[in-house]
């Protein structure tokens, strides 16, 4: 939960000091978020999220802030970074690096129908063209050697089958590493929480702090191993369709991409799984974190593994 | 008036097909602005205005353009230019210069209140400390040299008291350089219809195409002149104040921005005055410009000139 680091409206007025953003009107604690302390802060002049980070080296966060500037830049509704009076968008509060971004409107949706996938599919894919012109590079730090490290490290902890499952899946992946798949910037975590709604459409797409750069379809088979299924995980194929045919509309899939979507769907639940055990196996010292169910992509990796047909648009 | 070059749903949404914006839902021309075409466009991803330039050179246009980016990436709620798929703030739509920009929530205040006055005081103060850190230059296109050039080009169609008055002003405001008074980035137009608001904050600040560097004070000058005034031109004292000690509050006036007062309240009549008298004298042609009355301007400067008592802040 996302109050790690308490600031008091007396020290954010006088960080604010270094910003143009008027001056505090309202601080408020925001709860939800696993990584961070997030605070909705509102000034005379606007409405703001103020970040202090918990996890992340200082040193990769100018990919992530100079990221959401210039996917903002490009009309992605997502939280621009503000800068301070030296021109920097980082800064430092209570000892923690720390940032000022954009507040968006709308709230998530947990059970989105068919248009809110198509849209989400269709915001996914103009974030996937406008990052191609993002020139900082960040390999996706949940990527392939991040699930061969961490497998490592759970493995002990496994079941039998599940560990069987999961080296066999590993193996499975190592055949695919697809150098000719179109690559870019990927959000890395599009899950429903992470988008904002307002009257139907995108109010804001958030939480960029897994973003780097990898294959463009794993992070569509991200969001629709999240946005496009029933309960047990199993896809739906009517939002499926919707969220991959919106996508396609805007940036058109390949046939590579065709032939690669069941290996990404796999992937993509795989690496879930595999920060769902690492979550739940070895969770850092003093997080308070809704430790979830690493089941849930357990299932959902076998359910891809054993299925014979899978959405796909056109 | 502000449909100069028409375009049709179908060139715009073919332009869109370059930026990551989503698809266009609406397209509506704007009234209002007398310097360039201005369409309201809302896609499917967020609210924009579409700008075609019909006066600026192409040239010019980067140091607007990057100037409303960096202001807004600073958190002061200006419309922020929205990049294509190149990398690009500025397009080509019609065979105009164009540039797509964000829409900002609220509208215009005709008899701003004390309170109203404030807000934009210290928002002022705010654009001029967050100009501090760009920069590219761009002389105030209204300056002393536009000035004179322009009274030489009316002088012809002046009664000779006019005349007489605008030959003494300058020669007036030509004793008065000020080469250490704060200098940085001025709006330069911040009239009341260029300041939304919403919920009795501003929402947005617009039309920076008068922007420049020159005398900050200057640009305080024209606000006060355009907020604080009675219906003849006379200065209201409670709203001068009010907006004069919120912008001291966020950037501190010094003793010899205090002794520059008078002269700039003066400067800032005389410069709308030449632009009114240039658009009533020497239309250009084809132009739709609703023309305002001159005099407002020269019987302020009199005003300004003859007072014996300003308001100023502590």
Chains 1, 2 share one sequence.
Not at 53 to 65: G, K, Q, T
Not at 87 to 101: F, S
Not at 157 to 167: G, S
Not at 280 to 288: C, I, Q, S, V, Y
């Amino acid at each position: 939960m996302s109050v790690f680091t308490p600031v008091t409206a007396r020290e954010v007025e006088l960080w604010l000091q270094d910003y143009s953003v008027g001056t505090l009107v309202e601080l408020q604690g925001i709860a939800g978020g696993v990584e961070n302390t997030n605070y909705f802060v509102t000034t005379t002049l606007g409405r703001y999220v103020l970040t202090l980070f918990e996890r992340l080296e200082r040193a990769d966060l100018p990919f992530y802030l100079h990221l959401m500037a210039h996917l903002a830049r490009h009309g992605i509704p997502c939280p621009a970074p503000i800068a301070n009076r030296d021109n920097e968008y980082l800064g430092t509060l209570k000892d923690k690096p720390a940032v000022l971004v954009t507040r968006l409107p709308g709230i998530s949706v947990e059970t989105p129908d068919a248009a809110r996938c198509a849209a989400t599919g269709a915001m996914l894919a103009h974030l996937h063209l406008a990052g191609r012109s993002y020139g900082r590079p960040l390999a996706n730090p949940r990527g392939p050697r991040w699930w061969r490290d961490t497998a490592a490290r759970v493995a002990p902890f496994l079941e039998a089958d599940d560990a069987a499952l999961l080296r066999e899946e590993l193996r499975f992946q190592s055949l695919y590493r697809l150098p000719d798949a179109p690559r870019g910037v990927v959000h890395g975590d599009l899950f429903r929480d992470n988008v904002l709604f307002e009257d139907g459409r995108i109010g804001g797409v958030i939480d960029f702090y897994f973003a780097g750069h990898d294959v463009l379809l794993f992070d569509v088979a991200v969001t629709v191993n999240d946005w496009c299924i029933e309960a047990d995980g199993r896809l739906d194929e009517a939002r499926a369709l919707a969220l991959l045919r919106a996508y396609h509309a805007v940036r058109p899939l390949t046939a590579l991409e065709r032939g690669a979507w069941p290996v990404m769907l796999r992937a993509a639940a795989l690496r879930f799984w595999l920060s769902r055990l690492e979550d739940f196996h070895l969770p850092r010292a003093g997080e308070m974190v809704l430790v979830k169910d690493p089941r849930h992509f357990r299932d959902m990796l076998r359910l891809r593994s054993a299925a014979t047909r899978l959405p796909w648009p056109g």
